[in-house]
């Protein structure tokens, strides 16, 4: 279009008028000061023409008349406006030149003028989408015309060939001496229809994202909600933002505790002072009073006549919960490699002092003070001893031998041991569901597992109570994984030991599992026990949770992964089997100077026939020049060559050498996955003569797969 956008001012139309009124009363002055010699005529398009009625001099008239002409014609070409004069009966007497522009851009017929043309006829195709309105817009500047109405306005597009516009229409009244007639103006207000749309299309996407986000939204302004959207209304527990909107103060949305500092923070935000722009707030979600966490980020905003402060909120409490477990497993990482650092040598310290107290209490017999002090010996290496391995345990780094079982069967079997183990005061009950499923996990372990929660449970009722045993199956679903990283949905056999104690405090609940953590007195326990059996589980696949109400009592539910496997029926042996030893020719690969001699010297006591090495390398010769029956090598071992591929290569040199390993830690040379690889023979630091005589014995009584029978 020829015409150019410009600012209009509301009051333009208002403005134009008057100054054409203006015009039309200096033209009356005029044509009294020119006097009766001269009849004057205002043409509406800003000519005066001057009629002499006498001879006289017109020169000074004409340059009065042009002049003036001149300056109304300037006046009215400079307005922003398209401007069309009509008169009395709707014909154009005059227009502008952004009249002339706008006809010639958009293709007008005839003169662009339209001198003499009616309006309406001449300008009704113009109206587009309008076209319709014509005979309203008719009757309105007749209206105006004949006296009946002051002004008239109206808005329609005239979209040109190559652009839509849309403009606003504004007719008010005029006199022109004695005549009447009418300013018809026209603005251009495309950009402010464009802009009014701009801002309702992103009116109503700010709508849609406040309605759908599931970050909540609240602007407030002196703790009075003005709005709330639906995802804050779901985030703390309201059926709809209308139940926002109901409170008094929104500071009854969050934890008391946290008024005080909600009340400073917004009225420093207000005033100007120092404010968080995000935070973190307690809440309780209204419809379960579950304790939540929310991040805030909050600002002020202008609201209807003021200002208001709009925070936005989303949940992170799984994501605090998933941040402490990170910590956790962080903790129990560096556990696993203090544990682990140590666990080795430790444990060969232990073997010896475990070992050579066994052999003093058997020679000390006859002197009953000292054989005491060798039994206290023995006794204080096995509780060393099983520290060791409850660190390792909780690390998740003992090496496991599972076998698939039948879970009630094997509880079953703890009836008498449970018993024995809890005081009579305390009912014992077994519940075992139907048609169970079968997991598969170390056996010894899990009834240690399940004998230290029993321990617990006996000291939370020392007056009594009931000890309850159920086992079942169980499904975790999606859901409930959700809030658990490391736990996969699936099916489960869940085992629930529940007592009626006094309970574990709500503050101290989620520390139960941290190693060294105990709530008993000073001396009653090392704070291992359930450390212990957290590790276990999560080393077998399962899961485990626990929980408890002060007086109430406390349940601990442990979750192992169904197994389809055949079932073993395992159970441990704790009868014990008489020492026994044998004539076979066994090679004795350790690093310790002492533990080798002490080993060599049970074995030799044993009957065996007994070779040595200090090394991987030392055992190799040996190996390619005896005979062999069975190779008892540690796992870790200096030299470069460890108890694992010294058994690979014995393989090959004596494909028939049987192979039992010891260590006091595997690292992951025989264990994956928290497992004992397929096949591997494993007797664990520290151990007792007896167990050292029943593993070697085993092992060299066993028969090899695909055998007839013989060894």
């Known amino acids: 279009m020829a015409d150019e956008k410009q600012p209009r ?20 002055e005029l044509r009294q000061l020119i006097g009766d010699g001269v009849d004057t005529l205002l043409h509406p398009d800003g000519a005066i023409y001057m009629m002499p009625t006498a001879q006289a001099d017109l020169t000074q008239s004409e340059r ?18 398209n401007i069309a004069l009509l008169d009395e009966s709707g014909a154009i007497l005059a227009v502008n030149d952004k009249w002339r522009e706008f006809a010639i851009a958009n293709d007008y017929p005839g003169n662009p003028d339209m001198i003499g ?155 100007g002072g120092s404010a968080p722009d995000s935070y973190r707030v307690l809440a309780n979600k209204t419809s379960t009073g579950t304790p939540m966490t929310l991040e805030a980020s909050a600002f002020v905003i202008n609201w209807d006549d003021g200002v208001a402060t709009c925070s936005m909120f989303t949940d ?72 060791t391995n409850r660190l390792l345990a909780f690390a998740r780094k003992q090496p496991l031998e599972p076998k698939v079982l039948d879970v009630a069967h094997l509880i079953q079997g703890m009836d008498g041991l449970l018993r024995r183990t809890l005081p009579e005061n305390i009912d014992i009950e077994i ?31 020392p007056d009594g109570g009931a000890l309850t045993i159920e086992v079942a199956n169980a499904m975790l679903d999606d859901d409930y994984v959700a809030t658990e990283p490391d736990v996969r949905p699936g099916q489960y056999v869940v085992i629930v030991v529940s007592d009626t104690g006094h309970g574990i405090p709500a503050d101290v609940l989620n520390l139960v599992f941290e190693p060294f953590f105990t709530t008993k007195e000073v001396g009653k326990g090392s704070g291992l026990g359930l450390s212990m059996v957290f590790g276990f589980v999560k080393q077998s696949g399962g899961h485990i949770r626990v929980y408890s109400e002060v007086d109430e009592g406390t349940s601990v539910k442990m979750y192992f992964p169904r197994s389809r496997a055949k079932s073993e029926h395992a159970a441990t042996d704790r009868a014990g089997r008489r020492i026994t030893g044998g004539s076979e020719t066994i090679l004795v690969v350790e690093d310790d100077a002492a533990v080798r001699e002490f080993v060599a010297a049970q074995l030799k006591g044993l009957g065996y026939h007994v070779l040595d090495a200090s090394n991987g390398r030392e055992a190799l010769d040996i190996l390619s020049q005896a005979s062999i029956d069975l190779l008892f090598t540690d796992v870790v071992m200096p030299g470069g060559m460890g108890g694992h591929e010294l058994a690979n290569a014995a393989r090959e040199l004596l494909p028939g050498v049987k192979i039992l390993f010891t260590s006091g830690y595997t690292e992951n040379s025989i264990v994956h996955h928290g497992r004992l690889d397929q096949g591997v ?10 167990q050292l005589a029943t593993k070697i014995r085993e092992v060299l009584d066993e028969v090899p797969p695909n055998s007839s029978g013989a060894s």
């Not at 002049?67 to 307005?79: K, Q, Y």
């Not at 006829?121 to 209206?143: N, V, Y």
Request: hydrophobic share 40%.
């Open 9 to 28: 001012d509301p009051d333009q139309a208002a403005k134009i008028s008057q100054l054409i009124k203006t015009l039309h009363e200096t033209h009356e």
């Open 64 to 81: 009065i008349q042009r002049h003036f002409a001149e300056e109304r014609a300037a006046i009215l070409d400079s307005l922003p406006a």
């Open 117 to 271: 043309q009616n309006y309406i006829s001449a300008c009704s195709h113009a109206l587009g989408e309008a076209a319709e309105e014509t005979p309203k817009i008719e009757r309105e500047i007749r209206a105006v015309l004949d006296g009946t109405r002051d002004k008239f306005t109206t808005q329609y597009p005239c979209h040109s060939p190559q652009q839509k516009r849309w403009f606003e229409m504004a007719v008010t009244p005029v006199r022109m001496g004695a005549r009447s007639g009418a300013v018809v103006m026209h603005f251009d207000i495309t950009d402010r229809i464009m802009a009014d749309e701009r801002a309702r299309v992103y009116k109503a996407r700010l709508e849609r994202i406040v309605e759908q986000s599931n970050v909540g939204i609240l602007v407030e302004r002196d703790g009075k909600p003005l709005l709330a959207n639906p995802g804050l209304a779901k985030m703390l527990g309201y059926d709809s933002p209308d139940n926002i909107l109901a409170q008094a103060d929104t500071l009854q949305l969050f934890d008391p505790g946290e008024h005080e500092r909600l009340s400073g923070y917004a009225a420093a935000r207000l005033t």
């Open 316 to 387: 992170v409490t799984r994501q605090i919960a998933n941040e402490e477990k990170v910590r956790q497993s962080e903790r129990l990482q560096a556990v696993g490699q203090l544990t682990g650092g140590v666990a080795h040598d430790f444990n060969n310290l232990l073997t010896i002092v475990l070992g050579n107290a066994e052999v003093l209490s058997e020679e000390l017999d006859d002197q009953y003070h000292l054989k005491s002090l060798a039994e206290m010996i023995a006794n204080a290496a096995v509780r060393g001893a099983e520290l």
């Open 431 to 461: 519940i075992r569901a139907g048609g169970l499923w079968q997991i598969e996990a170390d056996a010894a372990q899990l009834e240690s597992a399940l004998l230290n929660i029993a321990v617990n449970a006996r000291d939370a009722m």
């Open 681 to 690: 023979k494993l007797l664990s630091k520290p151990y007792r003569r007896e």
